[in-house]
Every structure is written in C-alpha cells, then in structure tokens.
C-alpha cells in the first residue's frame, strides 16, 4: 500500500509544504516565495525570512493537505529541514513540523537539507541511481561533490569560499541585476559572446589545488568587478563568460573524480543545477563516462518540500524517527 509524507522546507526564503507519495510521486507542492520581498536587499535577510515564515507556514500546510485530496490519518509521517540553513527560518518549519506530529500522534523525522536536494533528482521519475553514485550538489549555500554508498556519503570535495549560487547572486549584485542572480544571469549569458572578455580560468596549471577536487569562485567575483569598474560593459557577453567560468571550473574538478574511480550513475541537484550551461555540461560528462544522469525537472531545482518528503522515505521505511527534542543547525554538522 502506498504511504505519504508530509515534507516542509523553511531552510532559507521558500515556506514550501508538500504531499510526496512512497514512489516519489509529487501529489501536492505549495511554495511561498519571499524573493520580491529580499530582492530590495539585494539578498535574503534572516530575520525577516523567518517572519515570513511564521505569516505564511499554516496556510501553507493547509493549501498543500488540501490539494492532496489526503487527510491527516493518511500521512505516515511528518518530515521536516533540520540542518543546515537559517537557524531562525529552520526553526519556524521544525516548530511547525512537531506541533503536526503531536496533533496528528504521527512520527518527526529531521531530514538534511543536502540529502533533500540529491532526492529532488528522483521526484516524479521511476528510476534510482545504482550505488555506488555520484553526487554534486550546486546551490546558494553549497558546492558539494559527494560520493553515496549503501554504506553513507562520504564528500569527496567542497568549496573554500563561496558556493556557486552565491557567486552569482554576488556577481548579480555588483551589476545590478537583482536578486537572485542565477536565473538573470543564466538568461543573458545566452545571448552572450563568451570569448569577449578575458576572465581568468579559475584553475590554473600553477594552481595548488589543480588536482584537488576544492573549488573557490572569489577570484572571479573580483574580475567581473574590475571589469564593471572599466564601465560601457557588454552585460550579456560579460555575463556569458562568468557563467562559461563556473561550468569549466565544475566540469573539471567532476572529471578529476571521474578519471579515478567510475561510477555507474552522476546526480545533479540543487538550484543552480537549473543553470543551462551546467545541466549541458552534466549531459555531455554522463555520456562521456558512461552514467546515467539524473537531474531534477527545473521545478524542482529551487528549495522545495517536496524534495524533504522524499528524502524522509528511507528513514520512514527504516523506522529511523527523530524526537520532539530535534535541533536546528545552521551547518551540516548537527546533533541529531
Ligand atoms: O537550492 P536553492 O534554492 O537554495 C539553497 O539551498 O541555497 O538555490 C538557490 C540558488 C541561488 O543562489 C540562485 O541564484 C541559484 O540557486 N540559481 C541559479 C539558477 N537558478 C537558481 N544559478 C544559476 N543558474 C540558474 N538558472
Ligand atoms: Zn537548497
């Protein structure tokens, strides 16, 4: 018989609430969206992202149980974000996530929000990747490459700085081009000429770190910047060569992983796994290596509940619960 769980994502600005079935079927998905609110800021604001969440989190429960045609008696279980994220917006969906298991006598289960990404490739699909796999996690607040096995995930690199949808939501705000960045940027890098400006690669034969699966985008933050300060700025070819930067970078960092060891599947997930020059990289390095490659559908990119519902499915099927004591973490280590 079929289950269902109930997942929250309240980590940074989306209050978003979702009705995710047990063969990751995506039944109901409510996001409220804070972006016009932060994009005055240039950025999220923490504070006022977690009272957004407050105004907004029931209606959103409501919206999402009652287009999933469900009732409380039919969901197995309450999953919610834990860690890591905004301690403030994470505590607004973790509250909320306990008075419904208390309400509804039904199991907690904290879920990482990194795993909640790597799901978001298997909502709505029939396939699972084979493990060992390999998985990249591209968002605002991480750059991750992680190798899963049945054993756990191990992260086999990271980045030193910024993650890469920070960088360009940063670059993004230097040009003035609101917030946030990535899905500006990607729109005018299209149109584009990349070979115009002559950024630097952001992996120098002379680089300490060439053969070592870390990544650092500051440096390139800081061109783009000269490059505005000079003025009369081709936006679209400059943009274009950013973004060709960002994918280069990733590309090999991905086939130094790939050229020692194989993997029979490649995971992509994360915001800015909707970027358009990261999803044809992907494409092309699964072809090259011989893995399947599993990407989520672009509505599934951006922070979502449903993606922490179906992360929840493992621990549900495994009867790991958490207890109403369950802790937020602003980093991905956490108590519990
Ligand atoms: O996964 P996500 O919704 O939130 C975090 O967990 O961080 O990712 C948001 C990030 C933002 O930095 C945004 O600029 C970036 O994803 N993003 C993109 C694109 N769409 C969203 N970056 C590049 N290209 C895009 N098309
Ligand atoms: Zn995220």
């Known amino acids: 018989m079929k289950k269902y769980i109930l997942g929250i ?38 504070e006022i992202a977690a009272r957004n969440h407050i105004a907004w989190i029931m209606p959103t429960i409501d919206h999402a149980l009652k287009e999933s045609g469900l009732s409380p008696e039919d969901i197995s279980a309450v999953a919610v974000t834990n860690f890591p994220g905004l301690v403030g917006s994470l505590l607004v969906g973790v509250a909320a996530a306990k008075g419904l298991a208390i309400g509804w006598n039904k199991p907690l ?34 750059t991750s490459v992680i190798e899963v096995t049945e054993r756990g995930q191990t992260v086999l690199g990271e980045t030193m700085d910024d993650a890469a949808g920070e960088a360009f939501d940063k670059v993004a705000k230097m040009a003035d081009l609101g917030y946030p960045g990535g899905p500006v940027i990607d729109k005018l890098a299209k149109k584009g000429d990349t070979s115009k400006y002559k950024l630097p690669y952001l ?52 086939k130094l992983v790939l050229s020692g060891k194989k993997y029979k599947a490649i995971v ?14 992907v494409s092309k390095l699964a072809e090259k290596f011989d893995m399947e490659l599993f990407l989520p559908q672009l509505k599934y990119c951006q922070d979502n509940g449903a993606m922490v519902a179906a992360s929840a499915f493992e621990k549900l099927n495994n009867n790991e619960f958490s207890d109403m004591d369950l802790d937020v973490s602003p980093t991905v280590r956490c108590r519990k």
């Open 9 to 46: 994502e309240s980590s940074c600005d989306d209050t978003s609430l979702s009705v995710v079935d047990s063969d990751l079927n995506v039944i109901s998905l409510k996001t409220v969206s804070q972006t016009s609110v932060h994009t005055v800021f240039g950025g999220v604001i923490p």
């Open 203 to 254: 992996l120098k034969s002379n680089n300490k770190y060439k053969d070592d699966v870390v990544f650092s985008f500051s440096g390139i933050k800081s061109a783009v910047k000269r490059v505005l300060e000079e003025g009369n700025v081709d936006m679209e070819s400059l943009m274009a060569a950013f973004q060709d930067r960002i994918v280069e970078l990733i590309d090999r960092k991905l």
């Open 109 to 142: 289960i904290g879920v990482n929000h990194l795993d909640a990404h790597i799901a978001s490739s298997f909502l709505d699909r029939k396939e699972r990747p084979e493990k060992p796999y390999l998985s990249l996690v591209v968002s605002g607040g991480h």
């Open 268 to 281: 992509v997930s994360g915001g800015v796994s909707a970027n358009s020059g990261v999803r044809e990289m």
